[in-house]
């Protein structure tokens, strides 16, 4: 039944994503285009044309940045929280499923909007500066390279791929965490009778402060550290970098647990759809 939440909220929000993600694409060629027209000296209306063009590919990334979080919560309130929650809280499924499937697709397509503007703005760099692939490739160190590097220093591929996995691990559970700080403060927000929106808004405030505070009184943040990494402790450097992000695993996972607690609580018992 996963499957087919994940299908039909795939295409729900696909039809607010994949549009914007289409004009985004389509704004950074203009973009690219208009850079070399303005550097001929164009004329005064084309002048004008093609800064405007530049400005509103600007707007394009940070509108493509903020519509994963907007569709994810206009989602959530209407999908379960109003009108519709009324029949998708009938349906023969856990809350556990329903607070997936949302989970996973907004997941995807913050992640998706990242590294689409990610690649975008790569080829951007390339295109005005005349770059090719290949030349970029060939600036990177070859497998061997690194390995002798990091042999030289101590250290093996094994401590490498450590460190990149636990760096992809931290991103997809801190998106995972943006998801259920809203998540979160909708279900308990809802919980009340009257002022619903506006108690969502101060439950996430209380979120954030608690998480704050919590981060604070445990002592997670040690990234400091990490600028104390020189050539000559490299090998130090990279244990507290993995020690730093382990640690910092762990709490988002307990952050990640609170908060989805939080959540099914919310929408299982204490509901409020008058």
């Known amino acids: 039944m996963l499957g087919k939440l994940l299908k ?22 203009l973009a690219n285009i208009s850079v070399r027209l303005l550097d001929r000296q164009a004329g005064a209306f084309l002048t004008i044309l093609l800064i405007m063009v530049i400005f509103l590919t600007v707007i394009a990334v940070i509108v493509s940045e903020l ?14 929280l109003a009108g519709e929650g009324y029949l998708m809280h009938t349906l023969p499924v856990s809350v556990h499923s329903l607070v997936w499937s949302k989970l996973i697709v907004s997941l995807v397509w913050m992640l998706l909007t990242n590294v689409i503007i990610f690649l975008l703005g790569g080829l951007s760099v390339m295109h005005l500066t005349n770059m090719n692939l290949g030349a970029v490739l060939e600036g990177f160190p070859s497998v061997e390279e690194l390995r002798q590097f990091l042999s030289s220093v101590g250290l093996s591929m094994g401590d490498l791929y450590l460190f990149l996995g636990e760096m992809v691990v931290a991103v997809v559970l801190s998106g995972i965490v943006t998801c259920l700080q809203f998540y979160a403060a909708m279900s308990l927000g809802f919980s009340f009778t009257n002022h619903k929106g506006l108690m969502s808004v101060l439950c ?3 979120i954030l402060i608690v998480l704050n505070t919590l981060t604070n009184f445990l002592g997670v943040r040690e990234v400091e550290n990490l600028t104390e990494v020189t050539v000559d402790s490299f090998r130090g450097g990279m244990q507290v970098a993995q020690g730093t992000v382990g640690k910092a695993l762990l709490y988002t996972v307990f952050q990640g647990a609170l908060l989805y607690l939080a959540t099914v ?3 299982k018992k204490g509901l409020n759809l008058a």
């Open 8 to 29: 039909y909220e795939f295409r729900a929000t696909g039809r607010s994503m994949l549009p914007v993600l289409g004009v985004l694409t389509l704004l950074v060629l």
């Open 67 to 80: 519509l994963p979080i907007i569709v994810m919560i206009q989602r959530f309130h209407k999908n379960l």
């Open 204 to 206: 996430f405030v209380g």
């Open 265 to 267: 609580l919310g929408l």
